[in-house]
């Protein structure tokens, strides 16, 4: 995969509304973002703040009402769901879901799941499961789990399965929601590995998570949403030492795991009271 | 599916149960030792060796004319369900896809259908289409629609609403091959209920459907119409209801324990139901070793 300097997806000024006329809110505003290859973004936000609906536009599950999106240079914001389909069957973009639980087809064994992108895409079968059991690997698994079905393997395999799902296609662009906040510690060290050893081979990644200390060790850039805004994107190092917009000042004063700024109670109420007022 | 439900004792005693009875379905009206239209003056006699089941109030052999009403017993209610199956599964699915107009409009006929009052329906329909099997089928099997409709949507909405859906589409994949590949083996099982639930309901709507004079025309036996001129005769012949009844009791009652079957051996719980019986199997027989740890399910 080449690493030249061109964004995988550039997001410019989106809008996202949801509901009709008198119930239509809006979601996401003036949200700009761009990822270059080999770059992890993390895109950090509470519960609501519009971060899944960032995610489901750039897959064009969510239709955007305004803004521009391009995908590997192409603008895909006019796409029809013909030509979505089409963009999705190449690959380039791939989702990976919190719960592998619910991702996976609990009625398919593990195989079935995992080469699905490649039959969608009219490989041969027995090319599909030959190329399947390399991206097992991959991840680390033993090909001996091909044939169970998702409720036969611990959370941790499964994510590891919907990750070898998500590689299959060979992605310029992965975004995961949450991928390890669903696992135990050992495992999640385990996945984190997975993913930087796929940002080294060139693939961009969009972290989105809740939580800026899960984020901080494996993104280059965060971007910090609030209320369907970005109110601060920048260097990971910048966002955490240097927090401007007080919602990121309180999102690093309370993330526990950052030795860096651990804001004392008193700081965080402070912050909490500003950005109500 | 079939071996699993063959697995369970409950199935394969619904099963063994509907095999007789589609026999007789098949098998009976040749098998009638009289004929069943034929009177005597033999009436209301008891049971002989020449009639096994005693004569009615014309003199004609019960047990022929149960042989002979068995075919058209079992076709109408099978009749009925498939009936139903068709106009309701299809419009089940298709509302999930087609957006919100058709949704609305097949709610509303569900509905509809449901609020209905059954007999007045059914004996208003009668008198529009005319009296005959066909027509009474085909009213009964529209009315308990919504059944079907109701199961196939819920379980069409469970399915295209999960992830794996998402993900599937997020691959690129279309409709068509999200529906063959994730949405069929999940509404198949409630709806294989629904249907064996259907066949049990159908035999007891055409049997209270000839009881009332509507569907199949005396002198032509059924089970439900032998049920119903045997009643008249109660002071005569006290017994004389039993055969009839246990032979609708035995159809509704088989199809109910394959309906329960079929629930139990579909999906997760199912899954680990078999599992589990299994397991207590292999403890039975030490002859096989047991993998160690829990992993192994």
């Known amino acids: 995969m080449s690493t030249d300097g061109r964004p995988v997806l550039e997001v410019a000024d989106l809008e996202v509304h949801y509901g009709l006329r008198r119930r239509r809110r809006r979601v996401l505003h003036g949200v700009s973002l761009s990822v270059s290859r080999g770059e992890t973004v993390g895109v950090i936000g509470e519960t609501g703040s519009g971060k899944s609906t960032f995610a489901r536009a750039v897959l064009g599950l969510v239709r955007a009402s305004g803004g521009r999106i391009l995908i590997d240079g192409e603008d895909v914001s006019r796409y029809s769901s013909r030509q979505w389909r089409a963009l999705r069957r190449r690959g380039v973009?791939?989702?990976?879901?919190?719960?592998?639980?619910?991702?996976?087809?609990?009625?398919?064994?593990?195989?079935?799941?995992?080469?699905e992108p490649l039959l969608v895409q009219g490989v041969g079968r027995k090319e599909a499961i030959e190329r399947g059991r390399g991206y097992l690997a991959r991840v680390r698994l033993d090909s001996e789990l091909f044939g169970r079905l998702p409720g036969e393997l611990s959370g941790g395999q499964r994510q590891r399965v919907a990750v070898a799902r998500a590689l299959i296609t060979e992605p310029a662009l992965i975004i995961l929601d949450e991928p390890v906040s669903a696992l135990d510690s050992a495992n999640r060290v385990g996945i984190l590995e997975i993913l930087k050893e796929l940002r080294d081979a060139g693939v961009a990644l969009i972290f989105i998570s809740h939580d800026l200390g899960s984020v901080a060790g494996v993104a280059d850039r965060v971007a910090v949403l609030y209320q369907g805004e970005f109110v601060e994107v920048g260097a990971t190092h910048a966002v955490i030492n240097t927090p401007q917009h007080p919602y990121a000042r309180l999102l690093v004063g309370s993330a526990p795991t950052l030795r860096s700024a651990a804001a004392s109670r008193a700081e965080r109420d402070a912050l909490r009271a500003l950005l109500h007022a | 599916?079939?071996?699993?439900?063959?697995?369970?004792?409950?199935?394969?005693?619904?099963?063994?149960?509907?095999?007789?009875?589609?026999?007789?379905?098949?098998?009976?009206?040749?098998?009638?030792?009289?004929?069943?239209?034929?009177?005597?003056?033999?009436?209301?006699?008891?049971?002989?060796?020449?009639?096994?089941?005693?004569?009615?109030?014309?003199?004609?052999?019960?047990?022929?004319?149960?042989?002979?009403?068995?075919?058209?017993?079992?076709?109408?209610?099978?009749?009925?369900?498939?009936?139903?199956?068709?106009?309701?599964?299809?419009?089940?699915?298709?509302?999930?896809?087609?957006?919100?107009?058709?949704?609305?409009?097949?709610?509303?006929?569900?509905?509809?259908?449901?609020?209905?009052?059954?007999?007045?329906?059914?004996?208003?329909?009668?008198?529009?289409?005319?009296?005959?099997?066909?027509?009474a089928m085909f009213t009964v099997g529209v009315l308990v629609s919504p059944l079907f409709y109701r199961v196939t949507r819920a379980a069409t909405l469970a399915v295209a609403r999960s992830q794996y859906v998402e993900a599937a589409l997020i691959s690129g994949a279309s409709i068509g091959w999200i529906a063959r590949r994730h949405v069929w083996g999940k509404v198949l099982p409630p709806v294989a209920v629904a249907l064996a639930q259907t066949i049990g309901v159908g035999f007891v709507v055409v049997s209270s459907l000839s009881f009332l004079g509507i569907g199949v025309q005396p002198p032509a036996p059924t089970w439900g119409g032998l049920l119903a001129s045997d009643l008249g005769y109660l002071s005569y012949q006290p017994?004389?209801?039993?055969?009839?009844?246990?032979?609708?009791?035995?159809?509704?009652?088989?199809?109910?324990?394959?309906?329960?079957?079929?629930?139990?051996?579909?999906?997760?719980?199912?899954?680990?139901?078999?599992?589990?019986?299994?397991?207590?199997?292999?403890?039975?027989?030490?002859?096989?070793?047991?993998?160690?740890?829990?992993?192994?399910?």
């Open chain 1, 93 to 115: 973009v791939q989702y990976v879901f919190q719960d592998p639980l619910r991702s996976l087809d609990p009625d398919l064994p593990v195989e079935e799941s995992l080469i």
């Open chain 2, 1 to 135: 599916m079939v071996r699993r439900v063959l697995a369970l004792p409950t199935g394969r005693l619904a099963v063994g149960v509907l095999s007789v009875i589609a026999l007789l379905a098949i098998l009976g009206p040749t098998l009638a030792p009289h004929n069943p239209l034929g009177t005597s003056a033999l009436t209301l006699t008891g049971p002989s060796w020449k009639h096994w089941l005693g004569t009615d109030y014309l003199g004609r052999d019960v047990f022929s004319r149960l042989l002979a009403g068995s075919r058209t017993s079992v076709l109408g209610s099978v009749e009925v369900a498939l009936i139903a199956l068709a106009v309701g599964v299809v419009p089940g699915i298709l509302s999930v896809y087609l957006g919100r107009g058709f949704e609305w409009f097949t709610l509303r006929i569900a509905d509809t259908l449901l609020a209905l009052p059954f007999l007045i329906y059914a004996v208003a329909v009668t008198a529009l289409l005319g009296n005959g099997i066909p027509q």
């Open chain 2, 239 to 297: 017994w004389a209801p039993i055969v009839p009844a246990l032979l609708i009791m035995a159809t509704v009652w088989g199809s109910n324990l394959l309906a329960d079957a079929i629930r139990d051996v579909s999906g997760e719980a199912g899954r680990a139901l078999l599992n589990s019986r299994r397991a207590r199997a292999r403890r039975l027989n030490p002859a096989e070793p047991i993998p160690a740890g829990g992993a192994a399910r």
